[in-house]
Structure formats: structure tokens, C-alpha cells
């Protein structure tokens, strides 16, 4: 079974500055899809970015990108020039490409709670 | 676009009671799921369905049950709520295809079991 884990409870990061979230992941496919999910707040499930395992280039999405190191199994999220409406909690999630029992299904790490400090 | 609608947002249960969390979603997908969560860990999965009909168990399925009878809703039943079922329950639908890798996810609904 497939397995994420993100290192981090919490981080915190003055505002415009840059911050990096890690999530590593353990699985055995060879192709898979990785998504960033920011929960702020209100506890909605945002999707931030996503990341095809058989690319080799690097997600961006404005001012969060990934570095994503599939050798070594690591889904780093960046975020540059922080801002306040960045803080919530950040999830790393795995998903299979194969339909597993009919279904693709997501498997979430612990999450990241990021703070930004103005 | 309403997206992925949870009702109700919030409920408080005593301990033994029922309740039915109604999900919604106007998108066509053919898959739903449930997750919970709790503090300190990431989203689990409850039960899911890949169509009209089926459903399936995921993760931590015990003390819950499903159903989708029409394709647009996916209702997760507590048939006698215990204290450790309390937490956040978000339901989440999709579709299978080219550019079917995104999962889109309701706002949540608290449940408190006291």
C-alpha cells in the first residue's frame, strides 16, 4: 500500500518570503499523479498543484511550484513571496493512475500547518 | 456551478443516535467518496462509489454505511453514533478521462458525537 508522509507539522515564514513544504511517498508504481491540497480555515479542500509522475518537468502554478525527485521519492512544495491568505494547512496526497478496485482514490499525508508572520 | 455540496454543515449527536450526511455534486462525475478527518492526520477514506448503484469500502468503513441511488448523490449513514466518530467528513467526486486526475472536495461538515 502507498504511503505519504510529511515531515513537518508546522512551519512558519515571513510574509514575501519563500517557504518549502516536504512530502515523501512510498510505492512500488512506476506511474502515479501527486497533488499540493491548501485547507485554510474554512476547512475547504483546495487543490494547489499537481504533478504527473511519468513528467519530468517540475509543476508550477504562479507562485507555488514542486520539486519533484522521483528517484528518491519527494514532493517538495515552494511557495514564493508568501502572503497572509497562504496560511492554512498543507496536504501532500498520492494517487494511483491504475483504477485500484474500480476507483482512484487519494492518500493524504499528515499535513503542514503554515503560518505567515507579517 | 455548485460543485460538491455537503448538507448539513454542522450537527452535534448524542452518543447512540442517527444521522444521514447528503452529499451533491453537479458535475456528472462518476465517482464519489468519503473521507473523515481528524486532528493530526491527513483525509481517510470511508466508503466510495464508482457509479450509480455501487458502492465499495474504504479505509475505516466500520460504523458507517452508504448509498447512490441516483448518480449525483452519495449519502453517508451513522446508524448509532459513537464519541469517535466525532470529526470533519468531506465527500469528494470525479470522473475518469483524459483530464480526469482532479478530485474536487466539499466544504466539510462537523459532527460532534457527545
Known amino acids: 500500500a502507498q504511503t505519504v508522509t510529511q515531515s513537518q507539522p508546522e512551519m512558519s515564514v515571513q510574509e514575501a518570503e519563500t517557504v518549502t513544504l516536504s512530502c515523501t511517498y512510498d510505492?512500488?508504481?512506476?506511474?502515479?499523479?501527486l497533488f499540493w491540497y491548501k485547507q485554510p480555515p474554512s476547512r475547504q479542500m483546495i487543490l494547489v498543484i499537481r504533478q504527473e509522475a511519468y513528467k519530468q518537468q517540475n509543476a508550477t502554478e504562479n507562485r507555488f511550484s514542486v520539486n519533484f525527485q522521483k528517484a528518491a521519492k519527494s514532493f517538495s512544495l515552494k511557495i514564493s513571496d508568501s502572503q497572509l491568505g497562504d496560511a492554512a494547512m498543507y496536504f501532500c496526497?498520492?494517487?494511483?493512475?491504475?483504477?485500484?478496485?474500480?476507483?482512484?482514490?487519494?492518500?493524504f499525508g499528515q499535513g503542514t500547518r503554515l503560518t505567515i508572520n507579517p | 456551478n455548485a460543485g460538491v455540496t455537503q448538507t448539513p454543515k454542522f450537527r452535534v449527536l448524542k452518543t447512540g443516535q442517527s444521522m444521514t450526511l447528503l452529499c451533491a455534486q453537479d458535475m456528472n462525475h462518476e465517482y464519489m467518496y468519503w473521507y473523515r478527518q481528524d486532528p493530526g492526520m491527513g483525509l481517510r477514506l470511508i466508503h466510495y462509489?464508482?457509479?450509480?448503484?455501487?458502492?465499495a469500502k474504504g479505509e475505516v468503513p466500520d460504523g458507517y454505511n452508504v448509498s447512490r441511488l441516483k448518480k449525483q448523490n452519495f449519502l453517508l449513514g451513522l446508524e448509532s453514533a459513537a464519541p469517535s466518530q466525532t470529526s470533519v467528513y468531506f465527500c469528494?467526486?470525479?470522473?475518469?478521462?483524459?483530464?480526469?486526475?482532479?478530485?474536487?472536495f466539499g466544504e466539510g461538515s462537523w459532527l460532534t458525537v457527545v
Open positions: 462509489s464508482v457509479g450509480e448503484g455501487t458502492t
Open positions: 496526497a498520492y494517487r494511483s493512475v491504475l483504477l485500484i478496485q474500480g476507483a482512484q482514490k487519494l492518500v
Open positions: 510505492t512500488s508504481e512506476s506511474d502515479y499523479y
Open positions: 469528494a467526486s470525479s470522473y475518469v478521462g483524459i483530464s480526469g486526475n482532479t478530485i474536487y
